[in-house]
């Protein structure tokens, strides 16, 4: 069987889903090929994970009407809180002094995933192909052919890449990736402290790599700590009292008393940019173009700009597959996946290494942005995903 379509996504995470949204009410026509049934909400990555979302993400989903269907899900972030532990240089962000509601909003992965996956479900312009896996991909000048391992093969003006940092899409292409193994792994879980959070969010650097600790509903936490490869086993192992121990000796008490821990996962963390995020008729989004660290909270964050990007163009568009459209993509996004790559691989870096005289740049550094106002100002733009040209739905406007 052959389906003609306008733009079809492969993968339906966090990125994909995300995009299909936004192209709603476009007129083109839409598939979606994911290899998880969406019902059962089972894609890798909605798991219990924090997900901080921008200032700037929450705009965009504002302006997809999205945001009623999050909102109750989502905690505000009112301060941000960097610091380096034992050494002097503390920065912070408030909400307040940027004049802006809240800073972020943070909800789990899971809440996030369910959302979407409940508005695709409602889209009568989307066809669904899923569970379904892209086995071999043809690009012809007028339109490019995929296989789907249920037989089915299907024709489309544009492919978009968003499935994930191990795209099949990148694959079955041939294409290459700039690739950096950090030799550290996340330890995730959500945290309960004895005192209420006050939507405080906490970036703490430790000789063992950086922690995160971000508010959540229920005065829960959503904790994102780093260690390096190997040592995650005996965190994952260890009796919750331990565990607390542990956490509480290397955090502080800055966040208070850590006194109940839900269920641990572990993230194997490395940084990966797609050697060409543009090719004939196809563009990779998402992780699939450029995976992070989660040492700033920015990869789905950076996900949606590109979402937010390539629906604009989508809109307005008279040939969804030309090479101009690809080309406009590609010089609108570059700068911004660029810096944001670069600045995750620096901060895990400065931030991860323990030679003293680094130390103390370190320490000077943070109290220097918090002195200064316009690179602090130039901080909070980055945080809240401001800091670039803005789409119509970064700008509140719908499409
Ligand atoms: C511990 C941790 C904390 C994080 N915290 C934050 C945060 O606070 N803020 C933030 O912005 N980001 C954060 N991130 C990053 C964020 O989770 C990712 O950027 C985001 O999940 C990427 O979404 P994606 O849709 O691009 O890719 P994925 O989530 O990997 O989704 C890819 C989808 O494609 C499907 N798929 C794969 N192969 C195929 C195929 N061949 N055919 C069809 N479908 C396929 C998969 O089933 C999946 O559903 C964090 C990440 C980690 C690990």
Redesign the pocket.
């Given at each position: 069987m052959t389906a003609e379509f306008d733009v079809l996504i492969?993968?339906?995470?966090?990125?994909?889903?995300?995009l299909a949204i936004a192209l709603e009410n476009s007129g083109l026509r839409l598939g979606l090929?994911?290899?998880?049934p969406l019902r059962t909400n089972s894609?890798?990555?909605?798991d219990d994970?924090?997900?901080?979302?921008?200032y700037g993400?929450q705009r965009i989903f504002q302006s997809m009407d999205l945001w009623p269907a999050i909102a109750p899900f989502a905690t505000a972030i009112k301060h941000i809180h960097v610091s380096d532990r034992g050494r002097f240089g503390v920065t912070r962000l408030s909400a307040e002094a940027q004049r802006v509601p809240a800073l972020g909003q943070?909800l789990t992965?899971r809440e996030l995933g369910q959302t979407l996956n409940q508005r695709l479900q409602q889209n009568d312009s989307l066809q669904l192909l899923?569970p379904?896996?892209?086995t071999a991909l043809r690009q012809q000048p007028d339109h490019v052919e995929l296989v789907l391992d249920d037989g089915r093969t299907v024709k489309t003006q544009l492919v978009v890449a968003?499935?994930?940092?191990?795209?099949?899409?990148r694959q079955l292409l041939g294409l290459g990736a700039w690739q950096q193994q950090y030799d550290q792994v996340?330890v995730?879980a959500n945290i309960a402290t004895d005192k209420p959070h006050q939507g405080m969010a906490y970036e703490r650097f430790t000789n063992s790599g950086p922690m995160?600790l971000?508010p959540m509903s229920d005065n829960r936490s959503?904790l994102?700590w780093t260690v390096s490869t190997g040592q995650e086993q005996a965190l994952l192992d260890a009796s919750e009292a331990e565990f607390l121990a542990q956490l509480q000796q290397r955090f502080g008490y800055r966040a208070g008393r850590f006194i109940r821990v839900g269920q641990r996962?572990s993230?194997p963390?490395s940084l990966m940019q797609a050697d060409m995020p543009v090719q004939d008729r196809i563009i990779f989004?998402?992780?699939?173009a450029h995976?992070?660290h989660?040492i700033a909270?920015?990869?789905?964050?950076?996900?949606?700009r590109d979402v937010a990007v390539l629906a604009d163009l989508l809109y307005d568009a008279e040939n969804c597959g030309s090479m101009s459209l690809l080309h406009r993509y590609q010089q609108w996004r570059q700068q911004d996946q660029d810096q944001v790559v670069k600045a995750t691989d620096k901060l895990v870096r400065l931030f991860s290494n323990d030679l003293s005289l680094l130390g103390h740049f370190r320490g000077a550094g943070l109290a220097l942005l918090d002195a200064i106002p316009p690179l602090k100002q130039r901080l909070a733009d980055r945080s809240m995903g401001l800091a670039q040209k803005q789409p119509r739905l970064g700008r509140g406007i719908r499409l």
């Open positions: 492969v993968g339906g995470g966090m990125v994909g889903a995300s090929i994911e290899a998880q894609q890798p990555s909605f994970r924090g997900i901080a979302l921008s993400s943070v992965a899923c379904a896996t892209v968003a499935d994930g940092r191990d795209s099949t899409i996340a995730t995160a971000l959503s994102v996962h993230h963390l989004i998402g992780n699939a995976s992070l989660p909270g920015q990869g789905f964050n950076l996900g949606l």
